[in-house]
């Protein structure tokens, strides 16, 4: 990894310059990370019919729906975002949604625990492949002044995917069964891929930025080396982690919470909480990247600031919907800490991909993404899964009601590792 090979110079596309092919271009990026969504996240909507099936603990469930798919989607994703680094960033692209389409189609045979894991294991090496290398392509698609929004709108896959395979999932389990929401929605990935290779090219790398690419890709320990000496870099990527405990762990369990705790049926389930995904991841992504190339612009600071406040004022409104007995009122609770808890995408990623070169921009993002999903979605279902199995006894059904207020911990630690960073940026901004 620590050889030094040039870089494949793709020629320079003059579609690329304009206004309607990048717009083409985000949106197929959006449809792939819809897909990644749908597929990382179908698993906590039919985690209950799975449950009773295969005779599975809340424990299990965790390991599943975290560990399982963490394992190699962060040990695979700093080797492969080297090679996009070095090779077509479309190509990796395409054969990952290939690969974690299968695996997830792969899931509706599975008859124990461990087949599942496994085939949770493979969604997670294809989707190894899935992120980092997009990041890398919005960054050589959009110049710098409108990319916390390009980078937001891409986010948009985050809560669209989410409550896709959320209603997807719900409606398809109660029509057939689960097994054929895991194989229905993982060969339509699997169409997809040869049309995203077909539509999508390989911009020339830094295109828009004030001083060209390095035509030699820098070497892994280069990368490390440069990251080592930029705390902000470390503030942003610990204090993403510490949230994303919270936000990984609550969509994974929170259809079993609004089953258990109001009695909703799988479908009312799916209903309910994909509306508070959508709707409010929505409107929270734009409003953060708004915010982020707004006030970002003159102050950077406010690139880890704008997700620091989001993260305070959302706690409060969490513990209130969590506590709530009212359904309308807890779905209001519910839909502005989730507009608020995603924020943080657009203005951090953007900052991210400001942070250092642009040969070293898949690599440097494949790093956040390790330690952000390694902590986050290894930890985070697998966090809610144990303390709620600890307090069942006590609690019963209502025991992941109170397992989620003691999680909301991680959004106070993340406010805090933000402002921190914030303080930094300034000085760690590449030039």
Known sequence: M??????????????????GYRAVVLAMLILVYTFNFIDRQIIGILAGPIKADLQLSDTQLGLMGGLAFALFYTALGIPIAWAADRTSRTWIMTVALALWSGFTALCGFA??????????????????????????????????????????????????????????GGWIADVIDWRAAFIIVGLAGVALAPLFRLVVREPARGRHDPVPATTVAPRFAEVLKTLAGKPGFWGLSFGAAS??????????????????????????????????????????????????????????????????????????????GVLSTSLPLTFVLFLMPQALGLMWLGPVLSAVQHLVPAAMRSTASAIFLFVNNLVGIGFGTLFFGLVSDAFNQRFGDESLRYAILVGLVFYLVSASLFWWASRRLPRDWHA
């Open 2 to 19: 620590d050889s030094q090979i040039p870089i494949p110079m793709a020629r320079e596309n003059p579609a690329a310059e304009k206004p």
């Open 111 to 168: 008859t124990n625990f461990w087949q599942l894991f496994l085939c949770r294991l493979g969604v997670g090496v294809g989707e190894a492949g899935g992120v980092a290398p997009a990041y890398a392509l919005i960054a050589d698609y959009f110049p710098p002044a409108s990319r916390a929004r390009a980078l937001a709108v891409y986010s948009f896959g985050i809560p669209v995917g989410s409550a896709a395979g959320i209603l997807l």
């Open 243 to 320: 949230c994303s405990v919270l936000g990984y762990g609550l969509i994974f369990w929170l259809p079993s919470f609004f089953a258990r705790s109001y009695g909703l049926t799988l479908v009312e389930v799916s209903h309910f909480y994909g509306a508070i995904i959508l709707i409010g991841g929505v409107i929270g992504i734009w409003a953060g990247g708004w915010l982020g190339d707004r006030l970002g612009h003159g102050d950077k600071r406010a690139y880890a600031r704008i997700p620091a406040v989001a993260f305070l004022i959302a706690v409060p409104c969490y513990a209130a």
